[in-house]
């Protein structure tokens, strides 16, 4: 896959990982890019990760709704928050998204995985605070 069809496909999964996320459409997240598996409940599987992510940041906008008294949300896509997608030689990237709430950057960040075999680009993402 030659890096700039890798960098327009990375990107257009980042940009609808953004959106569910947005949307608060969680468990769409296993169709587009699944967070690591870390964030599962009981069972380790990608749905309960999508679940157990939806719920830390639910939680978590509403912690910072009650501290700071105002409202929190994860914005939807922004290409400005999107650092520079590289394919390395093994056919591996790791990019960075940072999420805003009304233009103003929230104190976390998402990191991505890229893996390519062929032409199947296949991700997980996880959360840096």
Known sequence: MIKQAFQAKATKLIQLMIDAIAEKEYTTL?????????????????????LGFGEWLDE?????????????????????????????DDNTSF???????????????????????GEQVTAIFDVNI
């Open 30 to 50: 296993v169709y587009i890019i699944p967070p690591n598996l870390s964030w599962a409940n009981a069972e380790p599987t990608p749905e309960n990760a999508c």
């Open 60 to 88: 978590q906008l509403t912690m910072w709704e009650e501290d700071y008294n105002k409202k929190y949300v994860v914005a939807h896509f922004n290409t400005s928050c999107l650092e520079k997608i590289e394919l390395k």
């Open 95 to 117: 990019v960075t998204y940072r999420p805003t709430s009304f233009e103003e950057e929230l104190n976390f960040w998402f990191e991505i995985d890229f893996k390519v075999e």
